[in-house]
Every structure is written in C-alpha cells, then in structure tokens.
C-alpha cells in the first residue's frame, strides 16, 4: 500500500515568505508526526496528532510555526516569515496510534520535504 | 546537557563483527525507540521499547529502566548495515532525539 507522502519535495523560498508543506499519511493511521531535520544535526520534533485530541504545541520551535490535521488525515506544517535557521528537512510519519505495542506504533515515515530559505 | 545522549558518535566494523550502539537518556519515558537512518535520507523504526528485550532477525535491542540505558546490538554486520542509528526518548507529548551513530561496515 502507500507509505506516507510529503510534498513538496524541495522548496527554496525567499526569506520573510510564508510556506506550507504536507503531509499525507497511511491511511487509517490516527497519529500523525512532524519532525525536522536541519543540516549535520540530529532530529528534532515538533508536534504530533492523536486522532481529534488538540495536539501539544510545545515543541514548535516559534509562534511562526503552526500545524493542523483537517479531518483526521492530511496535515499541513506552516511556517509563517520564514528564516534562514528555518532551513531543514522537514519529516512526517504517521502510526496506527499514538501508543500500545509496536505494531500499533511502529512510525513510518514520509520521505521529507528539504526546505531552503535563502 | 541533552536528555539522550548516544555513544559511540562514528563507528567503522569490518564485516561480521558484533556490534554495539549505547543510548542513556535523563527523561522519564513511555517508550524507547530506535531508528535506522540509511544514506539517502529515508527512516525506518527498528524497535520500540519499554522494557526487556526485543530482536528481529540479526538486530537486538535492550533497555534497563532502572539504569535508563538502552543497546542496540547488531550481529554478523553487513555492509548494508551501515546508516546512522537514532536512539529517541518517548516522553508525554515530547520526543526526545540523540544526535545518532554513524555505522561503517567494510566489507
């Protein structure tokens, strides 16, 4: 079946610009992540999604970034006035659910989108 | 000071060898997870953990919560073994990432 796609798959934007990257995860998985990835540094999460639960935002780095799950499936990652720290792969994965065994955790991920703010 | 740190940050096994990937973490946890990270960039959840021990196929994985270490350990290492293996700390809402161990294996 499909895996989880990102798209874009790279995005060089000018910075100030606002972007918006997505998520489409396996279908049927309730709990969708995000998660980056800037250059020669270690992953960093963000925010994650547990079905129609409000997500704990703590984790986004600064109030130019936001993220939300339209109907329980798609996700989009927005990132307001972008700067060059911003610059990063950006990851999504989903699982079946937020919690339990690994079959019903095991994350699988999306292939990433490789932002670029110049 | 980081919630989880990995050791050893670069390791190079020539093919065959046992090898061990250590991950401490400060962070009371609900899970343990272990990831493979191959050179294109693509991620692959090996294990999650929350006590005991797990193994799948030449990979085995261990955690001591008391001691809140756990060890990813790869026998008869193959040249396509190597990647970089992420140790991350499940904790509440927040994951918490070690820097990873970039593996090497000649063959």
């Known amino acids: 079946g499909a895996g989880v796609s990102q798209s874009p798959s790279n995005k060089v934007t000018e910075k100030g610009k606002d972007v918006e990257l997505r998520c489409d995860p396996i279908?049927?998985?309730?709990?969708l992540y995000w998660y980056r990835q800037s250059l020669g540094q270690g992953l960093e999460f963000l925010i994650y999604?547990?079905?129609?639960?409000?997500?704990?935002k703590s984790g986004l780095p600064s109030d130019r970034f936001s993220a939300e799950r339209t109907g329980g499936s798609v996700s989009t990652l927005t990132i307001q006035r972008t700067q060059q720290e911003d610059s990063a792969v950006y990851l999504c994965?989903?699982?079946?659910?937020?919690?339990?065994?690994?079959?019903?955790?095991?994350?699988?991920f999306g292939p990433g989108t490789r932002l670029t703010v110049t | 000071k980081n919630e989880v740190e990995q050791s050893p940050q670069n390791l190079t096994a020539q093919e065959g060898e046992f090898i061990t990937i250590n991950c401490s973490y400060s962070?009371?946890?609900?899970?343990l997870h272990w990831l493979q990270q191959h050179p294109g960039g693509g991620i692959v959840s090996l294990f999650m953990?929350?006590?005991g021990k797990k193994k799948h196929g030449r990979l085995i994985a261990t955690i001591n919560i008391q001691e809140k270490h756990s060890s990813l350990h790869i026998t008869a290492s193959h040249p396509r073994d190597s990647a970089v293996y992420i140790c991350a700390a499940h904790t509440g809402n927040q994951f918490y990432f070690g820097t990873g161990t970039s593996l090497t294996v000649i063959p």
């Open positions: 994965a989903s699982s079946l659910m937020a919690s339990g065994t690994h079959n019903t955790y095991e994350q699988y």
């Open positions: 962070v009371g946890i609900s899970a």
């Open positions: 999604f547990q079905g129609n639960s409000a997500p704990d």
């Open positions: 953990l929350s006590s």
């Open positions: 279908s049927g998985h309730t709990a």
